[in-house]
């Protein structure tokens, strides 16, 4: 059993974030009880890291240990794996000059709102992300399947839960925005759809919106209440103005309601439904709403 390098302080390191991304920074302090290292990161903001997601040049990525008996296969831009190490194995025959690993790949195609589509990164990373790099039955969840102890989401293993996620509707994993490779436009906050991630269906990932009628005025409120930090907000002035700004990232294209109707529906949804409080309800304006309880729909 090989003994993983011990990370020390002023390593240069690459940390996974939970949004799925790769952040440089420098190890500041390090606690080898519970496998994590302080990371200073470029804006000066300093977080607890685990050691999992913390990557450096010197030792194979994947079981954090150094060459020993099995060399380490160059990768293009980084030469760090062995070759059984790497998800999928490295090839013997797997040109050293062009090779790439999958966590350059995913260094390079994952992207906020949505991983790249197009070109050989984004080629080189559906065929990758069809297996995971552990074993999704050794996770230890809690008892609403949102996080487990492991801290071990997505394809790319890194860290969760970032409300920018997506869970797959056949395993139950949860996939970050920046690693998926099926959405055009970005995830609003507390978004929900039907997913299926590559593993699953053995080739692309498959979305489609869920039917939305209380759902999207759920999302709306939900989204504006993160982002302004209120509790209740105008029908007319917030809650339309905010749904037909976003329409096209509301319903991903796949469906159309007209202009002149939204506003009836979506007034109808915040008066009749339970989620919902209106100002009326606690002596202000009627034409204020708000969530019962914020929960974002998954």
């Known amino acids: 059993t090989v003994t993983p390098t011990e990370r020390s302080e002023g390593d240069d390191v690459l940390a996974r974030w939970s949004d799925g991304l790769l952040y440089l920074g420098n190890v500041k302090r390090v606690d080898g009880v ?39 296969i160059n990768c293009l831009k980084c030469r760090h794996y062995h070759p059984e190490c790497h998800t999928p194995a490295i090839e013997p025959e797997a040109d050293s000059d062009s090779w790439i690993c999958r966590q350059c790949v995913f260094a390079v195609a994952t992207k906020r709102g949505g991983a790249l589509k197009r070109g050989r990164f984004a080629r ?31 394809y790319c293993a890194g860290p969760g839960w970032n409300l920018k996620m ?10 970050h925005e920046a690693c998926t490779q099926c959405l055009t436009k970005p995830l609003l906050y507390g978004d929900f759809y039907q997913f299926q991630c590559s593993v699953c269906t053995k080739g692309p990932e498959t979305i489609q919106r869920l039917p939305m009628t209380v759902d999207l ?33 509301l319903l991903l294209g796949l469906s159309d309601t007209p202009r002149q109707d939204r506003c009836h ?34």
């Not at 519970?34 to 685990?50: H, I, Y």
């Not at 997506?166 to 996939?175: E, H, K, N, P």
């Open 34 to 72: 519970k496998q994590c290292c302080l990371v200073r990161f470029e804006d000066n903001s300093e977080f607890w890291v685990l050691r999992k997601d913390i990557h450096s040049e010197e030792v194979c990525c994947i079981c954090d240990a150094p060459p020993l008996k099995e060399p380490l």
């Open 124 to 154: 080189l990373m559906q065929f990758m992300k069809l297996r995971l790099p552990y074993q999704l039955s050794s996770l230890d969840w809690d008892p609403q399947h949102l996080t487990n102890q492991q801290q071990c989401y997505c």
């Open 166 to 175: 997506l869970q797959c509707g056949s395993c139950g994993q949860w996939f």
């Open 217 to 249: 005025a759920h999302l709306v409120l939900y989204h504006l209440s993160l982002c302004c930090k209120r509790k209740y907000f105008d029908f007319d002035h917030e809650i339309l103005s905010f749904t037909n700004e976003n329409w096209d990232s």
């Open 265 to 298: 529906s979506l007034l109808n949804a915040l008066n009749s439904h339970k989620d919902f409080v209106s100002g009326k309800e606690i002596k202000k304006k009627k034409c204020l709403f708000g969530l019962q309880v914020r929960s974002g729909r998954t």
